[in-house]
């Protein structure tokens, strides 16, 4: 497919704007452009043709199965969308006093109210844009909790368990402490001896996915609780895997201190592509004093945002956080009420289901219930027939699924970690499972058709290394002068040549 800077045909347009019937005033020529703006030009119904075609070759939950695992990539209710182009909400000014913004405020003050619920802690602050920034303004509020008691010199270290999401270390390396990894045992827990010999008076803290990213829930939670306790330390929860857990059970009753709650993906936002996300934290009531500014304040009724607040980290993100995001999951919640719970039931449910049809032909390292998502290895077809996880990826997209994600958590060796959520009707799932085991036949039988996959897509296999060391990323004019002429000319006939 062409990019829409080839399509280009000098002169052609899309609209034609009037002439002035004002004078124009002259640009003063150090400010005036010395080169035509090299845009594409053509007229609208190819405009329409080209966006609507790249469209197609998108794959996306609204296409598609896409079992993203650790990414939750259920399904967007059109509710929402409904919901978030509402006038008073889409129209609403950043800087708009509080008394013209009562109904924004109160959906906001609502939604801390239900993750207040569902987390089972004291105070929210909704400015984080995505979990990774929630996890960097959990550890300041580490930091400030600590410096408050004199401690913070003192507590350098944060234990992070080796199954950890990358963004883990990366906020802890980013908000100045010094990293402790923790082992694995062989139930997939937390390696409570190896913990033990790690945990002192100069901890800080733990940071954990419970669920982990096994789909595994920590069967030593109290034991691990009481660890931390035992020194003083804090304890961070990365909210990722809330889908597995809503209604269930709740990260403050597990004794954690803060929580990230990834909205765009417990909550539902259309997302993948770095599109808006929404990471708010909900902390214990020993942290509230340091939260971010503003803080939503419900005065019986009124609602106002709450900039007075001494011992604040300050700022994390511009006003009080990605609204639209907000409103898409307050209409999410809503939409489910006390059901929550289910939404959660059913999403491990269906993972539970598909790791029963397929532990027989993958390998699967730790072989438990699973909770919303699940784990299996590739090694098994490795090493019998020389077809990895990637292949089995690549391979699953000509059965028109999105692949699993691979390669993580690095315990697993070829990893395939799968989600299917709680939206999917069970013959999806089933079409699923009979992909990857009609894959696992074809491993054996024709090694090279999944080795060589995808075969029906528009982009065939890539040379990622060369990829990733050779990135073109941006159309080089020089290489099609006869766009630059065009432009010229435009130009040209612009100045009145
Ligand atoms: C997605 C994810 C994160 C990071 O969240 P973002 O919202 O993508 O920044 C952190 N931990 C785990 C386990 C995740 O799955």
Redesign the pocket.
Known sequence: MKLIFEKSQPGRRGIGVPKPDLPVPEVPSELARKEAPRLPELAEPEVLRHFTELSTRNFGIDTGFYPL????MKYNPRINERLVGLPGFAGLHPLVEDDAAQGALELEWRLQEILLEVTGLDAVSLQP???????LTGLMLFHAYFRDKGEDEQRRKIVIPDT?????PASVTMSGYELTPVKTDARGNIDVEDLRGKVDEHTAGLML?NP??LGLFDENIEEIRDIFRSVDALMYY????LNAVCGISRPGDMGFDVV?I?L??TFSQP?GGGGP???PIAVRDILEPFLPVPVIVNDSGTFRLDYDRPKTIGKVRAFTGPFGVFVRSYAFMRSYGPGLREMSEVAVLNANYMLARLKNDYDLLYDRLCMHEFVLSARNLKKEHGVNALDVAKRLMDYGFHPPTVYFPLVVPEALMIEPTESEAKETLDAFCDAMLAIAREAADEPELVHDAPHSRPVKRLDEVRAAKEQIVRFRFEEHPAEQRAGDRELELQKGA
């Not at 950890?164 to 883990?168: D, S």
């Open positions: 695992g650790s990414c939750t844009a995505a979990g990774s920034q929630g996890e950890a999401h990358g963004t883990n996915t982990s990213t990365d909210g990722a895997n990230h990834n765009h993906k997302h996300g929404g990471g």
